[in-house]
Structure formats: C-alpha cells, structure tokens
C-alpha cells in the first residue's frame, strides 16, 4: 500500500511538474493567429516575432502570399509587445523564397497584372518600412524577389552552399528600380551593375564577400545567429533605430509612394510586351522541365 502510495503520488508530482512547465511555455511562446502560410510565434520574455513562410513547394509569391506576409507585418508594427523580428522558411536547407509567382505575369489580363503590382508594392512598403529590428534568416535558395524580401531586412544570415540574387535579367524582365536600390544600399553602384545587368546568382560565400548577406553558417546556425543578431540589435535605443531607419530608408520610397499608379502602368505594360511574355512563358516552360 505504502509503496502504490509512494508511485501515486509520483505521478501526481509528475502531472503538476507538466502543467507548470506547459503553462511556463505557453506564457513564453504565443503564437499568432496565423495563416498556415505565414507562421508567427511571438516569445513574450524577448518580445522577438518568428515569421516563417510556409507556402508549398517553394514560397513562391502570389497574392495570397503577399498579402499574408503584409498584413502579418503590419500587426507586428502595431504590436508594442513586439521588440524585432525574424523572418525565415520553412523549407529550410531548400527554399528561403522563390521569389515572385511568374504564373501571375504569364498571359494574365492588365486587371490582374495591376492589382498583382499594387500588392507587391504594399509588401515593399511595408516590409522596408518595418520600424524596429528585422533580421533575415536565410535558410535556402533566395532568387529574385525572395533577394529582394531578404534585403528589406536589417542583417542577413545565410546557409551555406545556396544561392542569393537579383536575376530578373536572365527571365528576359528587370528588376524595378525599389529591388535596385535595395541592392545598391546593401553593395554600392559598382557591384550592383554587375549583378543587375548580367542577373548574377551568387554562392552564399560570394554574396557574403560583396556585402549582400552579413554572415553565411551552417544550416542549424541559420536561426540561433539571426537571434543573436537581434537580441544586439534591440538593445539599441529604439526610438533613435527607427529615426534612423526610417530616415536611411524613406527617399526610395517615397518615390514609389508618389507615383504608385504610374509604377503599375509601368510594369503592366513592360510586362504585356509580346517578347516580354514570350520570355516569361519560356522560362516557366524551363522550370517545369528541370525535373524531368
Ligand atoms: C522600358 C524599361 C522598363 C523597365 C520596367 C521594369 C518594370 C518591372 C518589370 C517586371 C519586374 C518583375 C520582377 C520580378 C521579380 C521576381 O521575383 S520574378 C520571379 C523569378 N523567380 C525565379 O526565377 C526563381 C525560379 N525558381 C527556381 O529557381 C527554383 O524553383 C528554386 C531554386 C527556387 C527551387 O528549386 P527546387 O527546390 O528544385 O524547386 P523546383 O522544382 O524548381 O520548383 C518547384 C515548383 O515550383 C515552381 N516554381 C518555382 N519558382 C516559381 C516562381 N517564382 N513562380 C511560380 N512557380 C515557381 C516550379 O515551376 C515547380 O513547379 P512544378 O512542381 O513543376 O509544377
């Protein structure tokens, strides 16, 4: 009797012990009303957002995608309880983003390549207007506007042996001057010519000696660097980081800002060029056949 007594009570103390530790993990980890392509948890002793992308096969971006991660944004601005952020994937040692979903600029009418735009102008805005800390922790592949989302952020930490760039030139399409001046801000004119004008890919080990990304790891580093990064960067006044921020950053958009409707006309008719169209559904076709 005495030793089922003993046991009982083992299990009783085992039970607590579990609850404590549940509720202690439920008070230090929210998790935010996610969409199950963006994933946030929030850790409320640091106050860091995780933000993982989670759209099969490749996060490529498509107006679910950019409107999931804008408005995932905005709440984390809104959101005092929220010191800085991480941004990563969640195919990790695959994919970091694919950048933006070509299906979306093959044979598609002015009305949906306008409305398309508009949305990915509202995720440039929102994610380089960001105003507290942001870290990119690049977990996989980042061409083109997967390139660009990771240059939105404050400091890029990168996996080895991937590939990172602004290529829209090899699709037979540009990158529109707000990508280019995010490369530029990150490795001056001179390489960012090179890289726009000939769509160079670089290795991770390249982007990290250009200055595109800050540091390349392996890939169960990627995210405990990217914290680390952050906790360092939060401890920086923060009313005087987004002064600066902001201030480094507002005069690219700005432009954008002032002329958004003539930035649509742009790209919608840039894009609707027969030969533009033809470079695009080429391209897809390529894609496609990789695998096989
Ligand atoms: C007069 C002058 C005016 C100048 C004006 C300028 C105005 C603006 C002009 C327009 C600007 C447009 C800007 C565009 C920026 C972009 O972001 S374009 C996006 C380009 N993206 C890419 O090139 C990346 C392509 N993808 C890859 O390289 C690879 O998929 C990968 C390395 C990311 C991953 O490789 P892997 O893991 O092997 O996966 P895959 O088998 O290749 O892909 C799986 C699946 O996904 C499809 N897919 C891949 N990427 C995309 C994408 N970006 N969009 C849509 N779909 C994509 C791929 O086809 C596979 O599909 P299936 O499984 O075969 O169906």
Not at 31 to 46: A, H, K, L, P, Y
Not at 237 to 245: D, G, L, T
């Amino acid at each position: 009797i005495q030793a089922l007594q003993i046991s009982e009570n083992k299990i009783i103390k085992t039970k607590m012990l579990s609850r404590a530790c549940f509720r202690q993990f439920s008070a230090s980890i929210r998790r935010m009303s996610s969409t199950n392509i963006v994933e946030t948890n929030i850790d409320s002793g640091t106050g860091f957002a995780t933000v993982t992308l989670s759209q099969p096969p490749v996060n490529s971006l498509d107006k679910n995608l950019l409107t999931a991660i804008t408005d995932r944004f905005k709440k984390l601005s809104d959101d005092s309880s929220v010191t800085g952020a991480i941004l990563t994937s969640k195919f990790d040692g695959k994919v970091f983003s694919a950048g933006l979903n070509i299906v979306d600029m093959f044979q598609k009418s002015d009305d949906h390549l306008g409305e398309f735009w508009g949305m990915v102008q509202e995720w440039y805005l929102t994610i380089q207007g960001f105003p507290k800390p942001l870290v990119s922790a690049i977990n996989g592949h980042a061409p083109t506007g997967g390139c660009a989302m990771a240059l939105m952020s404050d400091y890029r930490v990168m996996v080895e042996g991937k590939t990172i760039g602004l290529n829209e030139t090899l699709l037979g399409i540009v990158a529109p001057f707000f990508f280019a001046d995010l490369m530029i801000a990150a490795v001056g004119r001179r390489h960012a010519e090179f890289a726009l004008n000939n769509g160079y890919l670089y290795t991770s080990d390249e982007a990290l000696k250009i200055g595109l990304v800050d540091e390349v790891v392996n890939l169960d580093q990627v995210v405990p660097t990217a914290l680390k990064i952050l906790t360092k960067m939060t401890k920086t006044p923060q009313p005087a980081y987004q002064v600066c921020k902001n201030f480094l950053r507002k005069e690219t958009m700005d432009t954008l800002r002032n002329d958004r409707a003539g930035d649509i006309a742009h790209f919608v008719g840039f894009v609707q060029q027969p030969n533009v169209q033809k470079a695009i559904g080429g391209y897809l076709q390529a894609l496609k056949q990789r695998k096989k």
